[in-house]
């Protein structure tokens, strides 16, 4: 249980151009699901809070215009890189928070979607 | 405010040995600790976690993690590894529904 999907596994686009990634939960229901990027050799960093039916929260320095965040339903948030360029090739990763969960932050973690812009 | 913290970046074991990586965190609230274990372009797989109660906590593939409240720390351990242990470990530190903070990693590297 509590498996979470990301399409693409991996992506590579042309600078200027956007890309779509799409986090699902396949057998839960998310209220939240998070957004994180990982450069090569570094740990996770927090771009955004993905609420369903809400604005996502952005954290400081990350560019809402630039990452689009949707959360229409409670098993899918998607990402949109705009006019991406090759500073923003990394690998891109999402996670679930169960909604009703215990209180706590627990939370799965999809596959991760590498993205090269050229 | 929280954060973590890994010593070690890498750490090279042989085979059969026992292994112990290293997390510090620090919280301003009750904490909710985590260790993840991530493969190349994988994403990240929980092996244990600590919530509340007994500060000896058991995962998955034989690892397990103790909680010291006093140190501040929530080191991990196995007592004999295998190659297929060689991958990325992170510890993250959450309190509550506060956002989860991940430590910057430490790969071990198991040497056959």
């Known amino acids: 249980g509590a498996v979470v999907s990301q399409h693409p596994s991996w992506v590579i686009c042309k600078s200027g151009t956007s890309v779509k990634i799409e986090c699902r939960s396949l057998?839960?229901?998310?209220?939240?699901m998070f957004w994180y990027r990982q450069f090569p050799k570094q740990s996770l960093m927090l771009m955004a809070t993905?609420?369903?039916?809400?604005?996502?929260?952005?954290e400081q320095g990350v560019e809402k215009d630039k990452f689009l965040i949707n959360h229409a339903s409670l098993t899918l948030s998607t990402l949109t890189v705009t006019s991406a360029h090759p500073e923003d090739s990394s690998f891109y990763i999402c996670?679930?928070?169960?909604?009703?969960?215990?209180?706590?932050?627990?939370?799965?973690f999809g596959p991760g979607t590498r993205l090269t812009v050229l | 405010a929280q954060s973590v913290t890994q010593l070690d970046s890498q750490v090279p074991v042989f085979e059969e040995a026992p292994v112990e990586l290293r997390c510090n965190y620090s919280?301003?609230?009750?904490?909710?600790l985590f260790w993840y274990v991530q493969y190349p372009n994988q994403g990240l797989q929980l092996l244990l976690k600590?919530?509340?109660?007994?500060?000896l906590v058991k995962g998955i593939n034989g690892f397990e993690a103790e909680f010291n409240k006093s140190q501040t720390s929530f080191h991990l351990r196995k007592p004999s590894v295998h190659i297929s242990d060689t991958a990325e470990y992170f510890c993250?530190?959450?309190?509550?529904?506060?956002?989860?903070?991940f430590g910057t990693g430490t790969k071990l590297q198991v040497i056959p």
């Open positions: 996670s679930a928070r169960i909604a009703g969960g215990p209180g706590y932050n627990e939370q799965f």
């Open positions: 057998d839960f229901q998310a209220t939240t």
């Open positions: 993905s609420n369903e039916g809400s604005k996502a929260t952005y």
């Open positions: 919280s301003s609230v009750s904490v909710y």
């Open positions: 600590y919530l509340s109660g007994s500060t």
């Open positions: 993250a530190v959450s309190g509550g529904y506060q956002k989860v903070t």
